[in-house]
């Protein structure tokens, strides 16, 4: 399927590696010009290699900044001033105990995963209007639907942008930009594999054991890979996705028990 989206510009957050990096492949690899953000410079360098090895036609840009912080956000901004698409994502807060988290904790985890994405947002959907396309997703967790003990300051900060997200989306959709969050389960990410090794020393087992009790809890019986999840991100993006406004998309390879 044709997407409808060569030329266009995107700007993808936490791209070097993982799953910003798989939907900046898949954007790529649809003939959209992607500018790339992480704080990483030798990984994100790297991506950028394969992103034009995999699609020699588009222009792919490469800023090592802080999307976090107002600097890296206006030095993005700089970089991919008008993008017809905006992939946001940043790396979710560490596992542990809601009583060790003090407020500092918690303020870092709203601003990296609730208050960057409302100011890219904020700062990109005007133009998006003008020109009568825009696709924004919002790249969550699977936690906001099922939410994870140990993953609580991931819980409330992506639920907390969730609620917002539902409160403005439908204000645009007439003007054809849609704003969705795509929500991923267990995947196969360097982010997954930290994880386990909080939960195996918690549980006092191997890593090892701990992935393959993971694994056993998900209908697919596997962990998902960055291209899939690429893959339903740049669908999300597409001409064909305009009647998509304000939905969770959740890709957990069925682990989520509820009907709604």
């Given at each position: 399927m044709d997407l409808g989206i060569a030329g266009r510009s995107a700007l993808v957050c936490a791209a070097s590696k993982g799953l910003g990096k798989g939907c900046a492949m898949a954007l790529a690899r649809e003939g959209v010009h992607v500018t790339i953000v992480a704080r990483g410079q030798e990984a994100l360098e790297a991506t950028a290699a394969e992103l034009r090895a995999a699609a020699p036609s588009i222009k792919v840009?490469?800023?090592?900044?802080?999307?976090?912080?107002a600097e890296g956000r206006a030095a993005a901004l700089k970089a991919c001033p008008h993008p017809d698409i905006l992939v946001n994502n940043a790396g979710g807060p560490p596992p542990g105990d809601f009583k060790d988290w003090n407020r500092d904790a918690w303020i870092k985890a709203i601003d990296a995963n609730m208050l960057t994405p409302i100011e890219l947002i904020k700062a990109t959907i005007d133009h998006m209007v003008a020109q009568r396309f825009g696709r924004i997703v919002n790249i969550t967790s699977g936690a906001v639907k099922s939410p994870i003990p140990e993953l609580g300051l991931s819980n409330g900060a992506r639920t907390g942008l969730t609620g917002f997200v539902s409160g403005i989306a439908?204000?645009?959709?007439?003007?054809?930009v849609t704003i969705n969050n795509l929500l991923p389960g267990a995947f196969d990410t360097d982010r997954l594999r930290g994880n386990f090794v909080h939960l195996a020393e918690k549980a006092g087992i191997g890593v090892d054991e701990m992935r393959a009790r993971r694994t056993k809890t998900i209908?697919?019986?596997r962990f998902g890979s960055a291209e899939e999840f690429g893959a339903m991100c740049a669908f999300m993006c597409s001409a064909h996705a305009g009647f998509l406004v304000a939905q969770n998309v959740l890709l957990d390879g069925g682990q989520y028990p509820g009907t709604f």
């Open positions: 840009t490469a800023l090592a900044t802080d999307i976090t912080t439908r204000r645009y959709a007439a003007h054809n209908p697919a019986e």
